[in-house]
């Protein structure tokens, strides 16, 4: 897997996972156990591929600003709220000279009693466009997780059936590493 992120929305879950390989040029394994995922709040977490430098910066940044964000107003951002948040970070630091060369899947569970899906999983990429799916991937996983996650994707999926799912998507990418 070359710096795969994957996530998996279920009806009351959010699955993400990684690979730990950090790669250069392709080719090259530089590191094997790169952690991606970062924790936004209490219920939000964030994974991201990309230029490692600008990874753990970007991603850095939007977790302090979310802490901040609770501690000024009192009130936890939700899921959506944090991607909207990102995604328009990500889409302003392209308009500097500053822009941050990284993908994003950000996945939480939200407390609010208004929202219909408690369960939300976006994706963002490195121009800053957000959509919200059921089955998102960065990297060379997503030609392949998205196709699997098209077929055996159903609206009230079960955590047993996400990981076997996700268990699905990790054979099929062990056959080409």
């Known amino acids: 897997m070359v710096e ?13 996972a990684q690979d730990a390989n950090t ?8 590191k094997f156990d790169t952690n991606r995922l970062f924790k936004l709040s209490e219920h939000c977490a964030m994974l991201a591929s ?3 430098g600008d990874v753990v910066q970007f991603a850095e940044y939007v977790g302090k600003n979310i802490q901040l964000y609770k501690m000024i107003n009192g009130i936890e951002l939700s899921p959506y709220a944090c991607a909207n948040f990102t995604r328009h970070e990500m889409a302003y630091s392209l ?5 941050y060369l990284a993908n994003l899947i950000i996945g939480g569970f939200s407390t609010n009693d208004s929202d219909q899906q408690k369960a939300q999983l976006f994706a963002i990429d490195y121009l800053g466009a957000m959509i919200s799916a059921n089955v998102v991937a ?7 997780a998205l196709g699997v996650g098209d077929k055996l994707w159903k609206e009230n999926m079960t955590l047993e059936e996400g990981l076997h799912m996700l268990q699905i998507i990790v054979n099929e990418l062990g056959m080409f590493v």
């Open 138 to 144: 960065h990297g060379f996983c997503q030609f392949f």
């Open 95 to 99: 308009r500097s000279r500053n822009s």
């Open 4 to 16: 795969s992120i994957i996530g998996i929305r279920g009806k009351d879950f959010i699955l993400l």
């Open 50 to 52: 990309g230029e490692p």
């Open 23 to 30: 790669t250069k040029y392709g080719i090259l394994n530089m």
